[in-house]
């Protein structure tokens, strides 16, 4: 269908413009996926777990990817009845944020300049009353989906198209849905976040990602310029 190809879609670019970002989630250590990651000539935001990276990790990657925190150690604690969280209610905010400053502490350790103070909670879960209070341990930024509530003092950039069906194989969730999805929000939504994971994608999710940095006339948007954010050190 015309209404959701390439052409359609670059078309509505052409006419009205549009601004991508592009988040990956859950890395920590070097792999053959993210060497194919790092092929893309479009900025990534690299959601890195930092209690499980290596510095071998950050060797691969290139001056247009920024580290955003990935929790700490990706770990499900969700008490009986509550979704998957690294953060659940029965954790002390005190003890979570201690977490937090700890893991940020050994991530700027490993990464340099190219970290930001932005978190990424693994599952885009995070409980309210914990998220008003990520501020007090240094964090400028919180990234989630797009059905995430504000959080006063956070500047939150999230992102909307996950490009896995975790329900469904962990399959690319298919070229037909994602550019539709795309269509829509470019008309409401500034930017358009695209989600993936590397780590799992088959074949026709990287084909697709091949397409999508091609796309004419998008303007696509780092990390670091949605931040607002400029390293210690660096103007």
């Known amino acids: 269908m015309d209404s959701v190809s390439w052409a359609r879609l670059e078309d509505e670019i052409g006419r009205r413009g549009a601004t991508f970002w592009w988040r990956d989630d859950d890395a920590a250590l070097p792999n053959p996926a993210l060497e194919r990651l790092m092929a893309f000539d479009v900025p990534l935001a690299l959601a890195v777990v930092p209690q499980l990276a290596v510095p071998e990790l950050f060797h691969l990657l290139k001056d247009s990817v920024s580290v955003l925190q990935h929790g700490t150690d990706h770990r499900n604690r969700a008490a009986p009845g509550e979704k998957k969280t690294e953060f659940p209610a029965t954790e002390p905010d005190e003890l979570a944020l201690e977490r937090l400053a700890t893991a940020s502490q050994r991530l700027r350790k490993m990464a ?92 026709a999710a990287w084909r697709f990602l091949e397409r999508l940095a091609r796309v004419e006339g998008v303007r696509w948007r780092s990390a670091a310029e949605l931040f607002s954010y400029t390293a210690p050190g660096h103007g």
């Open 112 to 203: 340099g300049a190219r970290a930001l103070p932005v978190l990424v909670p693994p599952w885009n879960r995070m409980r309210p009353g914990l998220a008003d209070k990520l501020s007090s341990v240094g964090f400028i930024g919180l990234s989630q989906d797009g059905k995430a509530r504000p959080v006063q003092g956070l500047k939150q950039v999230n992102t909307h198209i996950d490009i896995v069906a975790w329900h469904e194989g962990r399959r690319f969730i298919g070229e037909e849905q994602a550019l539709s999805a795309a269509l829509e929000l470019m008309s409401v939504t500034d930017p358009v976040g695209w989600l993936t994971h590397h780590e799992v994608h088959d074949e």
